[in-house]
């Protein structure tokens, strides 16, 4: 069975990295390649989440953040000199998105490579404390192994968040002059 192209070069070489990282859980590092980083995937069974079939016997090679070829191992060959991992027994598949997040405020040095442990290389962080974020963006500049995060902002909220979360989490907005306020004070 072939995979229709389209769906093999959905997933991305995060993916790739995720999938590997979630099945060597004492692999788990904070490093990152360099960005024109190569390496195969040999073997492996790539899961075709559109169609919802699997191919067996795959290699995938990754150059950079890209998906460069793709194929039944037997027609796509790694190039030589670059690393290859044997996915005999594992499987690739596209990274999940979190479109609905709060890591900033939940322990950001846990809860991030946890998420790329489980799978999920995307995350929508819907609104947090200006200093969590700020926090968080140090730890992952300095290697900190985490998704992509598509920021927010700090959470705006007409009801004030009382216990339920962290101190400093969001900004409390009773009267429209108080949003304008806000929004012309914030400096991310």
Known sequence: MTMKPIALYRATAGTACAV?????????V????PVDATFAISNVTVIDVE???RAAGQ????????I???????S??????????????????PGVWDMHAHPYHNIPAR???LAVAHGVTGIREMGGGIQHMADATRL??????APRMFVAGPLLDGVPQGENFPAGTGLTILTPDEGIRVNLSIDI
Do not use: C, H, N, Y
């Open 59 to 66: 290699t995938v090679v990754v150059r950079g953040s890209r």
């Open 30 to 33: 904070a490093q990152r390649p």
């Open 51 to 53: 169609g919802g079939s």
């Open 68 to 74: 460069v070829a793709a194929g039944p191992s037997a």
């Open 140 to 145: 992952i500049d300095e290697g900190l192994l």
């Open 111 to 113: 809860t991030l490579p």
């Open 76 to 93: 796509v060959t790694a190039p030589a000199g670059v690393p290859v991992v044997d996915g005999q027994g594992k499987f690739l598949m």
């Open 20 to 28: 590997l990282i979630a099945t060597m859980p004492t692999m788990i």
